[in-house]
């Protein structure tokens, strides 16, 4: 079973910057998509970032210019930098493993999630 931690939430001002981090119990990223997610309050959650185990990178339209993401496989951790923000970009922000196994099986893992508040 593969835990994932994120860190890095917190508050905000319109325009700061704030870095997310999800660490991995197993080595996971290097071979798999790690991505991130955010569900606001009376919203569905939906991708925010997304980044495969070759290195390409896909955006929420959102969040495009602003967010990046990131890994580091030998920490097992993707990083979620984030620019600009703005007050919808409150959230709860979820950090994802989309693994396929050697079975075929495909297993989504999720973190418990990290807080973001950006005030205007």
């Known amino acids: 079973q593969v835990q994932l931690v994120e860190s890095g939430g917190g508050l905000a001002q319109a325009g700061w910057s704030l870095r997310l981090s999800c660490v991995a119990s197993?080595?996971?990223?290097?071979?798999?998509?790690g991505g991130w997610y955010r569900q606001a309050p009376g919203k569905q959650r939906e991708l925010v970032a997304a980044?495969?185990?070759?290195?390409?990178?896909n955006y929420g339209d959102s969040v495009k210019g602003r967010f990046t993401i990131s890994r580091e496989n030998t920490k097992n951790t993707v990083y979620l930098q984030m620019n600009s923000l703005k007050p919808e970009d409150t959230a709860v922000y979820y950090c994802?493993?989309?693994?396929?196994?050697?079975?075929?099986?495909?297993?989504?893992?999720w973190g418990k999630g990290t807080l973001v508040t950006v005030s205007s």
């Open positions: 994802n493993g989309d693994v396929v196994t050697r079975n075929f099986v495909r297993i989504h893992y």
């Open positions: 197993l080595r996971i990223f290097s071979s798999s998509t």
């Open positions: 980044i495969s185990r070759r290195g390409s990178t």
